[in-house]
């Protein structure tokens, strides 16, 4: 076990498992992705017009970050945010082709991955979407600083 790698206490003070920074920043972007799905969801079950659409753009995007996350968990917010908001511009633009039109008329799930009709304002909200995940991210994630004293403070 590396000198950095924080330690989760067991009964009686000894040692359990070892907490490792990717581990947990797997699990809270998983947490995070659900909990962004049931906002998504939420949101269309309460809001219709406007609200819902670009608010639903906002989240999608922010799902994208978290499923970064999880996938590369060093990966750092402002990147993250990046690649979130260059893969829902990808699809928003894929969409002046028809190909995502196509594909969401015979599957539910294309539809709600892929979308069907291109709309230039959704290119803002995904920046939004993005610029919250960053902010999110950013606020949330212990520094390397912050593990090693934690680390040092448990010896």
Do not use: C, H
Not at 34 to 40: E, F, P, Q, S
Not at 93 to 117: C, F, H, M, N
């Amino acid at each position: 076990m590396s000198d950095r790698t924080p330690v989760q206490e067991g009964p009686a003070g000894r040692s359990a498992v070892p907490v490792t920074t990717t581990g947990r920043t797997r699990l809270v972007a998983a947490a995070a992705a659900l909990v962004t799905v049931g906002a998504g969801l939420g949101l269309r079950a309460v809001a219709t017009g406007d609200v819902a659409k670009y608010g639903g753009d906002a989240l999608y995007t922010l799902l994208v970050l978290t499923l970064v996350v999880l996938l590369a968990p060093r990966t750092p917010p402002a990147r993250a945010a990046g690649i979130a908001l260059a893969v829902s511009w990808a699809v928003e633009l894929l969409q002046l082709t028809g190909l995502p039109a196509d594909l969401s008329a015979r599957s539910t799930a294309a539809r709600l991955v892929l979308g069907s009709t291109f709309n230039a304002p959704d290119l803002f909200w995904y920046a939004i979407g993005a610029m919250a995940g960053w902010l999110a991210a950013r606020t949330g994630r212990p520094s390397a600083n912050q593990v090693g004293r934690a680390v040092t403070r448990r010896r």
